[in-house]
C-alpha cells in the first residue's frame, strides 16, 4: 500500500484555469504538508495542517489554497494558473510526537504541474 | 531562522571507493537532522535522521551520517559507492517544534561504473 498518495502524477494545463492537487497519507499521521521543487530541484514548504488546522502558511499567493476534509487528505486547489507555478508538488505528512516535536517527514510522489 | 548549505551541486565517485555528501546546518536550539534521496521523476525517499544520542547514524541502503555539533556539520557517507546510489540528495533540517522543514540546495550524486 502507497504511505503517501498524489493525483494527479501529471497536469498539463493553460494559463488561467484552475486545477487540483490531491493528496492522501495512510500512515495515521496527524501533520500534512504542501512543498514545491523548481526547475532547479530547490524545495520550498508550502502549506502544513495539523488535524486540520492551518499551521505554516509561508508566503504563497492567495491563488493557492489548501484545504484539509480530514487528517488523512490535503488538498491543494490553484486558481488562475500562471507560467511560474509550474513545478513539481509534493505532498507530506508525518505525526507530532511527545513535546510538540515533530518525526519524519514521508514524501508522495509528486505531481508535475505544466501551465502552457 | 534555520538554514541547510549543501556546498557541493555535484558530486562524482568511481564506483566501489567511499563517498561523502556535505551539509552544514544553521538552526536555534537543538537540531533535528534528516537526509533523503530523490531519484528521478520520483518523490523522496527518507534515508536517516539524527534527534539525539550516538553521533553516527546509520539508514538505509548501507548510508550513514555523523553529526559534528561543533563543525554544525551532518554529511552523509558510504563506504563503498554504488552505480545506483546515483540520485539527487538532500540534506533538511528543523529545530523539533519548528514544524518547517528546511531543505538544502540538494547534491546530485554521480556514481561511475
Known amino acids: 500500500d502507497t504511505a503517501v498518495s498524489q493525483t494527479p502524477k501529471y497536469l498539463v494545463t493553460q494559463m488561467g484555469n484552475d486545477k487540483s492537487i490531491k493528496c492522501e497519507q495512510n500512515?495515521?499521521?496527524?501533520?500534512m504538508y504542501w512543498y514545491k521543487q523548481d526547475s532547479k530541484k530547490f524545495l520550498k514548504i508550502m502549506f502544513s495542517?495539523?488535524?486540520?488546522?492551518?499551521?505554516i502558511n509561508e508566503t504563497v499567493p492567495n491563488r493557492f489554497s489548501p484545504k484539509s476534509p480530514d487528517k488523512a487528505h490535503l488538498n491543494l486547489h490553484i486558481n488562475s494558473l500562471e507560467l511560474g507555478d509550474s513545478a513539481v508538488y509534493f505532498c507530506?505528512?508525518?505525526?507530532?510526537?511527545?513535546?510538540?516535536?515533530?518525526?519524519?517527514?514521508?514524501f508522495g510522489p509528486g505531481t508535475r504541474l505544466t501551465v502552457l | 531562522a534555520q538554514s541547510v548549505a549543501q556546498p557541493e551541486d555535484q558530486v562524482n565517485v568511481a564506483e566501489g571507493n567511499p563517498l561523502t555528501v556535505k551539509c552544514t546546518y544553521s538552526?536555534?536550539?537543538?537540531?533535528?537532522l534528516f537526509w533523503y534521496v530523490q531519484y528521478p521523476n520520483r518523490g523522496l525517499q527518507f534515508l536517516l535522521k539524527y534527534i539525539t544520542g550516538d553521533n553516527l547514524v546509520k539508514g538505509s541502503y548501507g548510508f550513514e551520517a555523523e553529526f559534528n555539533k561543533s563543525q554544525t556539520s551532518f554529511h552523509l557517507k558510504k563506504p563503498s559507492a554504488l552505480v545506483s546510489d546515483s540520485a539527487l540528495y538532500f540534506c533538511a533540517v528543523h529545530s523539533g517544534s519548528a514544524r518547517q522543514l528546511t531543505f538544502g540546495s540538494g547534491t546530485q550524486l554521480t556514481v561511475l561504473p
Open positions: 507530506a505528512s508525518s505525526q507530532v510526537v511527545r513535546g510538540g516535536n515533530t518525526d519524519t517527514q514521508y
Open positions: 500512515l495515521g499521521h496527524d501533520t
Open positions: 495542517y495539523n488535524n486540520k488546522e492551518l499551521i
Open positions: 538552526v536555534s536550539g537543538n537540531p533535528y
